[in-house]
Nanobody, 124 residues
Framework: QVQLVESGGRLVQAGGSLRLSCAAS?????????MGWFRQAPGKEREFVAV???????RYADPVKGRFTISRDNAKNTVYLQMNSLKPEDTAVYYC?????????????????WGQGTQVTVSS
């Protein structure tokens, strides 16, 4: 059974940086998966943050463009989310997700496997 485990979330001041990691079990699975990051703030729906396809194509949500960078290391079965210039509105639980489809997606319902989430809190 494939598992995703996120780490790196913590309390940080506005303007600071964090790097989230998501480690996947199963190298064959990971190298063939499109990997996405989503976030969910209290009282809000889960929203798309970024995705990196199995081929390395990348897309970002507008609120994080220019501040966040997604990357993957297939040798380590890990996807990263580098977050710079953090704002209080970035506060949320951040989830990574995997999708084994041909095309990558920005809709949460298209993703088959999810991690447990990691809390990011940005203080003003």
């Amino acid at each position: 059974q494939v598992q995703l485990v996120e780490s790196g979330g913590r309390l940080v001041q506005a303007g600071g940086s964090l790097r989230l990691s998501c480690a996947a079990s199963g190298r064959t699975f990971f190298s063939n998966a499109n990997m996405g990051w989503f976030r969910q703030a209290p009282g809000k729906e889960r929203e798309f943050v970024a995705v990196i396809s199995k081929a390395g194509n990348i897309r970002y949500a507008d609120p994080v463009k220019g501040r966040f960078t997604i990357s993957r290391d297939n040798a380590k079965n890990t996807v990263y989310l580098q977050m710079n210039s953090l704002k209080p509105e970035d506060t949320a639980v951040y989830y990574c997700a995997a999708d084994g489809g041909i095309f990558f997606h920005i809709t949460a319902s298209e993703y088959e496997t999810w991690g447990q989430g990691t809390q990011v809190t940005v203080s003003s």
